[in-house]
Nanobody, 126 residues
């Protein structure tokens, strides 16, 4: 069982930056591939970024590539999402998720993730 809690969301102007954090508790966190997803009002939850259990590989949605960076610190049981050059279309609730290890790393589908945080709101004003 893994519990996840996101923080770091807020209101920022277009072009600004935010750093989201996901604190994990529970056993064997370092074995889980991790991901960030987001959901805007009236839209489906979508993949943003993923990181392998080792931290050695990452994957990004095309819409955020070059602007967002995912990282993990397994010693501190945390995952971060550094978001730069934010755009109004990045506004959404952002969720941290722990993947199902047997499915492998860097999965983009929501069904590949077993545990979810409660989400943190990111609002980018134009």
């Amino acid at each position: 069982q893994v519990q996840l809690e996101e923080s770091g969301g807020g209101l920022v102007q277009a072009g600004g930056s935010l750093r989201l954090s996901c604190a994990a508790s529970g056993r064997a966190f370092s074995r889980y591939p991790m991901g960030w997803f987001r959901q805007a009002p009236g839209k489906e939850r979508e993949f943003v970024a993923a990181i392998s259990w080792s931290g050695g590989a990452t994957k990004y949605a095309d819409s955020v590539k070059g602007r967002f960076t995912i990282s993990r610190d397994s010693a501190k049981n945390t995952v971060h999402l550094q978001m730069n050059s934010l755009k109004p279309e990045d506004s959404a609730v952002y969720y941290c998720a722990a993947g199902i290890p047997r499915l492998g790393d860097l999965r983009v589908g929501v069904t590949s993730y077993d545990y979810w945080g409660q989400g943190t709101q990111v609002t980018v004003s134009s």
